[in-house]
T-cell receptor
Framework: AQSVAQPEDQVNVAEGNPLTVKCTYSVSGNPYLFWYVQYPNRGLQFLLKYITGDNLVKGSYGFEAEFNKSQTSFHLKKPSALVSDSALYFCAVRDGPGRRALTFGSGTRLQVQP | KAGVTQTPRYLIKTRGQQVTLSCSPISGHRSVSWYQQTPGQGLQFLFEYFSETQRNKGNFPGRFSGRQFSNSRSEMNVSTLELGDSALYLC????????????FGPGTRLLVL
């Protein structure tokens, strides 16, 4: 079975500093990995995905993620955090070959202090 | 292009009642998936529909059901509501293919009293 772990419930960072939100995964085949963000009382917004190819994936709002096959990680990063980046971030993996269902991590709350 | 829409946005029901939630996918998307989000269990997959057929189902009791119409719109139904069914129900749509992104709607927040 596929699984995703987000080891940090909350990440605090000062505005202007770089941020990292961690994600590790476990899949039986090739991983299809996604990052979503959720603002209060809203649905999930797609940030970026890794399917194949370049290990550094660039996404929306200046976010990027680095795929590391040997460490089975897909950490989300941003060079300079904004207060408006404060939200709940979810890492997800496609649930097996031929399936479109996503398995989500438990989420990491990002707090960016001014 | 309009995003995924879900109706209603908020719903209050009592135990034992049933509820139907609606989802309209992004134009051109034929796959619709449903997820339940609760503080305790997080985001959990309910089921997925494509071409009016349920393709996959998560680990939920039979009280949870759904369907998809020929225009790709989808509904999910929960019968005999329990307090634990209180959650945010999210619908996501996507194109065909495993590599495709799923785009989520704003959700329907269900409160069972």
């Amino acid at each position: 079975a596929q699984s995703v772990a987000q080891p940090e419930d909350q990440v605090n960072v000062a505005e202007g500093n770089p941020l990292t939100v961690k994600c590790t995964y476990s899949v039986s085949g090739n991983p299809y990995l996604f990052w979503y963000v959720q603002y209060p009382n809203r649905g999930l917004q797609f940030l970026l995905k890794y399917i194949t190819g370049d290990n550094l994936v660039k996404g929306s709002y200046g976010f990027e993620a680095e795929f590391n096959k040997s460490q089975t990680s897909f950490h989300l990063k941003k060079p300079s955090a904004l207060v408006s980046d404060s939200a709940l971030y979810f890492c997800a993996v496609r649930d097996g070959p031929g399936r479109r269902a996503l398995t989500f991590g438990s989420g990491t709350r990002l707090q960016v202090q001014p | 292009k309009a995003g995924v829409t879900q109706t209603p946005r908020y719903l209050i029901k009592t135990r034992g009642q049933q509820v139907t939630l609606s989802c309209s996918p992004i134009s051109g998307h034929r796959s619709v998936s449903w997820y339940q989000q609760t503080p305790g269990q997080g985001l959990q997959f309910l089921f997925e529909y494509f071409s009016e057929t349920q393709r996959n189902k998560g680990n939920f009791p039979g009280r949870f059901s759904g369907r998809q119409f020929s225009n790709s719109r989808s509904e999910m139904n929960v019968s005999t509501l329990e307090l634990g069914d209180s959650a945010l129900y999210l619908c996501a749509s996507g194109r065909t293919g495993q590599q495709e992104t799923q785009y989520f709607g704003p959700g329907t927040r269900l409160l069972v009293l």
